[in-house]
């Protein structure tokens, strides 16, 4: 075995060791680190040379939008402003067939363009949505499935941190890529409601022609605010509550798109503008509430950054010992024609998601896949929206789907039935893959106006 070792190129023992740390379950972060300083350990450069690519890899102007973004997310969830915006949501569209299905799917496709992080999204509107839609019918495992889905979109759905990461791996526009992941996004939203059918529980409710619950209390979780008013007046009752957390989307993509300012620059604004909306308009920001927010995305922005710095140096020595150029041509050499090498590269990606966080096979993938989508003659945009619905699935596969973990620890299920649950919704999420895939116009449509 060790022979074996030994004949391996520098970079592939630092991808073999790599492996191996994770199967000892060493921090993903901390993996990245070790395999790649032995590898430059083993080239001859000293730690000095580490330090430098760290702070390389880490000081980038487009890299600030991650840690605003999540601060962002973080304190519209404690704020008071998620709550505002699922109690409009539920109003809206809680009475059509599907009642609590449709509300959960709409609101995680919301909350995904505020937070960017699915297990953020999974911890912030979970526990409601999962409650209110087995209190309409639907299996618990299912819902929490669902909400895991639709909280895996928020990597999709722009302003996405994914997208961000990307962009500055691929050297391509952000804004582009978030006009591109649009429609995308909203199909997805609309393959999982399609899926609705398949969580309800059996005769429950008076289920009408579509097989969905069709009576869904829609005021179900918490208290109804609006005890006197009909569906017209608590309609235009929680629009008005929830107007200023309706607009932030408007706000920053919106910003984004009119050229006012950049995918960097829009994550502070986002950041002032729930600041602004919790301390004047709706009076709920508190000292206690900033610290606890800033305490959240510090740590959610530490693990993800932690990653950014170990994979610059893991980039490198894959960049110095050419494993791109080796493994390229070997996905190329694999067949003439252009689809195969897509379904190959899509294949390694969902296989590599299912193991690895999406940030971390973004670094350690991209270098080698890039080469080729240039190489190919293809959309760097479109390829990065593949990359992310992708990665979006590996957040809701065993054995390392974060957002199972959240969900079980929301629930008290077990991933094993969390995971079940996930299954329908995984395969709409394959569909929705192969759509993007093959009608390249899905995504680029917006882009190319």
Known sequence: MFDIFGTLSTGSQMITVFFLLLLLRVPVAFSLGLSA?????????????????????????????????ILAGTLMG?????????????????????GMGIVGTVVCLFWGAVSGSGPASVAAIGPMIIKGMEEDGYRKAYAAGLVCTGAALSIVIPPSIGLVIYGVIAETSISKLFMAAILPGLMMGGLMIVTLPWGRVKNAGTAG??????????????????PQLGY??????SFKDSFWGLLTPVVILGGIYAGVFTPTEAALVATI???LVGAVIYKTLSIKKLYEAVSDAAASSAVVMLVVAYASLFGWVVTVDDLVGTYSSMLLGMSNNEWVVLLVIMLILLIIGMFMDAVTVMFIS?????????QLGWDPVWFGVLVMINLSIGLITPPVGINLYV?????????EKIARGTFICVGACLVGLALVAFFPQISMLLVSQ
Do not use: C
């Open 366 to 374: 991209l270098p080698v896949f890039l080469p080729i989508v240039h």
């Open 232 to 237: 017209a007046g608590r309609l235009w009752a």
């Open 273 to 275: 503008y729930a600041l």
């Open 78 to 98: 404690r704020l008071g402003i998620a709550d505002r915006m699922i109690r409009f949501f539920r109003v809206l569209v809680g009475g059509l067939p599907g």
């Open 407 to 415: 969900a079980a620890n929301v629930t008290g299920l077990s991933i």
């Open 37 to 69: 300083i032995y590898a430059m350990w083993h080239m001859g450069f000293g730690l000095d040379l580490a330090g430098d690519l760290i702070a390389t890899g880490i000081t980038k102007f487009s890299l600030l939008a991650i840690p605003f973004f």
């Open 209 to 226: 022609s579509s097989g969905l619950p069709s009576e869904p209390s829609v005021m179900s979780m918490g208290d109804n605010p609006y």
